[in-house]
């Protein structure tokens, strides 16, 4: 199997248990479920399970790199077939397509090889589904797949594509589009599409993390959406998209979701104390054949790690990296990184640091989010390297690795059912006894 087809057998896999025990016990709405937690409240979920065990139905999709989502005994997901943008709706109890809608691709942007037009997950509830779609826009449909409403956006400049998926929260439905240029975060009214608001984000370079919301305690206190981005996370007004607060986030490029447990928020930042990457020197040395301080596509595409990064550092996208150009990715990241717990409640401006309870810099995942559950919190990376500390604190617990799945990792771990599911590229899943020593 390929990788792509690892990864869809996974997904199908995991939707079709997600699926039996939202309709039994709660819903997945979005991506990583209620609020992007991660966690579950179902039981019943198997320890043991592969394409011909423990398998409660299997349906053939087109491919997509989006989450299944449930909501009100439907599971909805989206796929892309050419030109073809597809929402999908079945039975969450038996697999069996409900429907399908299709939207005509406004345009065929060119991104990275890892991405696909079908990336961010859908956003549900009981009354029908939002999808985004970065080559049109968003979609809304009725549960029974009516169109509701739409929102062209775009065209977006990220060299490796959109990922950030669309959130309901109370009567809204925000998204959070970071981009080279002109990021922003918009809310409309989650039922007729009508913008509520909508606030620039300047000086926020490419980003890939989905939103989440954290309501302090107190009534009067308004709920917070919290947006990690690749130099800082901030805090906006739910309702109105007033920034409350923000804190320095050294990031490699943000792609993790923020999770809370109570009043504390946590997020997770694989940043560095210095540059992760070679001087400019270096490379101009072995690959700048014309000697002009620059390198050009043809010169740098040989590169075995970096060549197929190359439109990542070329900013201005003119088949040329400068030194200014290689140096601001370079430096991306350093600074005050880590896992990270912080207590903001009512902040304002910039973050006092008193506000963060704790700070844990190791083994910290590129891409995967953080997992809180039962009060212990979880961190998987790449080579199948698993870290849990305690929330409380932070004081580590256990580490260790999955012998059977040391391999790359994209997807966040999700728990339930005193379970803790981790997923790796190669599509192989791993299952930990939920606690302090997994």
Partial sequence: MTKVRNIAYAGALCAALVASAGTAYGQWPQFRGPNGSGVDSAAGYPVAFS???????????????????????????????????????????????????????????????????????????????????????????????????????????????????????????????????????????????????????????????????????????????????????????????????????????SMGTAVTSGDTLFVSSSGSTEPSMPAFETYLEKYDKDKDGRLSLQEFIVDKEMGEHFGWADADTDNVITAAEWNTIRNLGIGEFGAIAIRPGKAVGKLDPTAVLWRFKKNLPYIPAPLVYQNVLYLVKDGGIITSLDAATGRPLKEGRSPNALGEYYASPVAADNKVFLASVDGKITVLKAGSQW
């Avoid at 797949?145 to 065209?155: A, H, I, N, S, V």
């Fill in 51 to 253: 394409p011909s065990r423990n398998v409660l139905w299997k349906t053939a999709i087109p491919h997509g790199q989006s989450s299944p989502v449930v909501a009100g005994g439907h599971l909805y997901l989206t796929a892309n077939e050419g030109d073809r943008l597809l929402t999908i709706c079945l039975d969450a109890t038996s697999g069996r397509e409900l429907w399908r809608r299709e939207i005509t691709r406004a345009r065929a942007t060119k991104v990275y090889h890892a991405n696909d037009p079908a990336s961010p997950t859908p956003a549900a509830d009981s009354d029908g589904v939002v999808v985004f779609f970065p080559d049109f826009g968003l979609a809304a449909y009725t549960r029974d797949g009516k169109d509701r409403w739409t929102l062209p956006l775009g065209p977006f400049n990220s060299f490796y594509g959109m990922a950030a998926s669309p959130i309901l929260a109370d009567d809204l439905m925000v998204l959070v589009c970071d981009q080279r240029s002109g990021s922003f975060i918009v809310a409309v009214d989650r039922k007729t599409g009508r913008l509520r608001w909508k606030k620039d984000r300047a000086g926020a370079p490419e980003g890939w993390a989905t939103p989440m919301v954290y309501r302090p305690a107190g009534s009067a206190a308004p709920a917070q959406l919290i947006v990690p981005g690749s130099s800082r996370l901030d805090a906006y007004a739910l309702g109105s998209g007033e920034p409350l607060w923000w804190m320095p986030l050294g990031t490699n490029g």
